[in-house]
């Protein structure tokens, strides 16, 4: 699901600074909670509901197809709609332009090249696009639904209490792999904050919301002087307009990625003000306090990584969302805590992808045992002979599957409480619902990236 453009102006319960938005209007949500148990948002009266017929009500067929179910959100631009389709039997987010810009020739063009951003991208960290049409002359797009919430509302919901270490760099992780993808396929997102990230079932992470997306291979359409964006987020260079040199537009994205990456392990923002103006120039002229000095236990490997690319001059920044990404994962390694007496099992009867998780997690957990076994009994016999620390376990293998193995697991007093993450080729959404009921605490979408999966692990102890 794809949120609109703009940012709350309201000033989130246990944060320090509000997120002032150049975007006129602040944005109303209404998004799912995230799990199973969580019940459904009520859905919100839409301000414009007597507006022309175009607009479709709950409950109605859409472009001949899409059942609409509730309202997730709306913006100043648009709003986003939970739909059915009646067809495929999926759900889907659709996203409308909004009635006061239905006769907006530039606000059509903007959709359609919003659209186009989000088509040159295939990624499990990015919001997928499905179709593009018009609908009694107004356009609209289908897209992923991602169940969940933005990042903000997650943080919202902790209360105050900071975000894990490993927990803060697994949502980063995946943030940087979906900007990564996006800035492959020639496109610079321009827009990224916590309220355009979304967290899905299984702790899948998803960047959303193209609206602002700069497509580099497109002559831009709107004035040199045209300030666009989130101003707590924005990179100096976007605040001011100066030209950057050729290869390096994506490093506005770094910047952005930083300061969220520095929100989310210190709870504040680099820069506090309430005024859009002044958040701004502190990106410009502001010296940020170092990551450290606001949290006690964040370690100051972290500090060099995140001030580096938040540098002002872009030639002298992180070069990439993906070197970012990788200079993070090494300041968490350089300061793991030693980990002898750890104990991980992984059954998995593909011996590759076996010994890719086993030689990954001894790289990782130096001085851990890793018991590797080819089938769901040997494993379960693993665990009834001495508890482990965390199990990898394939959903599709012979003795115990893994839907299996997860039951048989947490019905054994040894693995009743153990961190259980599930791998798998061909699984899905039904896997996971089923698997999560059973007690399993993640899913793992094969192949996956080593630092990933060390990423990953370390957020699953962390919790348990």
């Not at 070069?319 to 980990?339: C, H, I, K, N, Y």
Request: aromatic share 6%; with cysteine.
């Amino acid at each position: 699901m794809a949120s609109d453009n703009g940012s709350p102006t309201q000033r989130p319960p246990g944060r320090t600074s509000p997120r002032p938005t150049s975007d006129p209007g602040a944005e109303r949500r209404a998004l799912d909670p995230l799990g199973p148990s969580s019940s459904p948002p009520s859905e919100p009266e839409l301000e414009w509901s007597s507006s022309p017929g175009w607009v479709p009500s709950v409950g109605e067929i859409f472009a001949g197809t899409y059942r609409i179910l509730r309202v997730l959100g709306e913006g100043a631009m648009g709003v986003v709609l939970l739909g059915r389709d009646v067809r495929l039997e999926r759900d889907v987010a659709i996203k409308l332009i909004h009635p006061e810009y239905v006769s907006s020739p530039e606000a059509h063009q903007r959709f359609l090249e919003e659209a186009r951003a989000m088509a040159r991208v295939r990624h499990e960290n990015v919001v997928e696009i499905y179709a593009f049409d018009e609908y009694r002359g107004s356009p609209y797009f289908i897209m992923e639904y991602v169940p969940g919430m933005h990042v903000e509302a997650w943080m919202e919901k902790r209360k105050g209490a900071p975000v894990a270490i490993d927990e803060a760099i697994g949502i980063i992780d995946q943030v940087c792999r979906g900007v990564s993808a996006i800035h492959k396929a020639g496109t610079v997102h321009c827009d990224l904050k916590w309220t355009n990230i979304l967290v899905g079932p299984a702790f899948r992470v998803c960047v959303a919301d193209l609206g602002l997306a700069r497509i580099l291979d497109k002559p831009r359409k709107e004035a040199r002087d045209t300030v666009s964006g989130t101003p707590a987020y924005m990179a100096p260079e976007s605040v001011t307009g100066a030209v950057v040199p050729a290869g390096m537009h994506g490093r506005a994205d770094v910047y952005s990625l930083a300061v969220m990456a520095y929100e989310l392990l210190t709870g504040r923002l680099p820069y506090e003000t309430d005024d859009a103006i002044e958040m701004m120039t502190a990106h410009v002229d502001g010296t940020p306090p170092t990551p450290s000095e606001i949290r006690a236990d964040l370690p100051p490997a972290f500090d060099k990584v995140l001030l580096r690319a938040m540098a002002k001059d872009p030639a002298q920044r992180t070069p990439s969302a993906d070197a970012f990404r990788r200079e993070m994962l090494s300041a968490r390694q350089s300061v793991s805590a030693g980990t002898r007496g750890l104990r991980f099992i992984v059954a998995d009867d593909d011996d590759d992808f076996a010994a890719l998780v086993s030689e990954t997690l001894a790289f990782a957990f130096e001085g851990a045992e890793i018991v590797t076994v080819d089938n769901g009994a040997l494993a379960l016999g693993a665990v009834e002979k001495r508890p482990a620390s965390l199990a990898v376990i394939d959903l599709d293998m012979p003795g115990l599957n893994g839907i299996e193995l997860t039951a048989a697991f947490r019905a054994t007093p040894n693995a009743e409480k153990m961190p259980i993450l599930v791998a798998t080729a061909t699984g899905g959404a039904p896997d996971w619902r089923l698997l999560q009921a059973l007690g399993a605490d993640g899913f793992v979408v094969k192949p996956i990236d080593p630092m990933a999966l060390v990423a990953l692990v370390r957020r699953t102890l962390g919790k348990k």
